[in-house]
Nanobody, 120 residues
C-alpha cells in the first residue's frame, strides 16, 4: 500500500493544523494505522494510532488531549487533527500502516512525511 501524507505547514504556537494520509489500496480498511514524527537529531516518535475500524485510538503522552486521530475507510484516509500546537511539536510527520504500536519497526508501510513547523 502506498501512503501520501499532506497538510503540513507553518503555524503559530497555540494554533491548529490537520494532516491527512491517503492510501492507495481499497483494502485500506483492513490496516491499522499510525502517525509518527521525527525532529532533527531525534528518534522517530509515536504520535497516535488507530484500529482498523476506528473504534480504538492510542496517543503518545506528549500529545494526549491535543491531537486526535481518525479515519474514513470509505475515502481510504487517516487524519490527524492537531490543536494547541507547541514549538516542540515541530517535526516531519509520517503516517504508517500495518500496526498499532509505538515501535516504528512494527509497521509495514510508510508515507513520505510532511513538515510541521510551529513558531513561538
Amino acid at each position: 500500500v502506498q501512503l501520501q501524507a499532506s497538510g503540513g505547514g507553518l503555524v503559530p504556537a497555540g494554533g491548529s493544523l490537520g494532516l491527512s494520509c491517503a492510501a492507495s489500496r481499497r483494502t485500506f480498511s483492513r490496516y491499522t494505522m499510525g502517525w509518527f514524527r521525527q525532529a532533527p537529531g531525534k528518534e522517530r516518535e509515536f504520535v497516535a494510532g488507530i484500529s482498523w475500524s476506528g473504534g480504538r485510538t492510542y496517543y503518545g503522552d506528549s500529545v494526549k488531549g491535543r491531537f486526535t486521530i481518525s479515519r474514513d475507510n470509505a475515502k481510504s484516509t487517516v487524519y490527524l487533527q492537531m490543536n494547541n500546537l507547541k514549538p516542540e511539536d515541530t517535526a516531519v510527520y509520517y503516517c504508517a500502516a500495518g500496526a498499532v504500536s509505538p515501535f516504528p519497526e512494527t509497521y509495514d508501510y510508510w508515507g513520505q512525511g510532511t513538515q510541521v513547523t510551529v513558531s513561538s
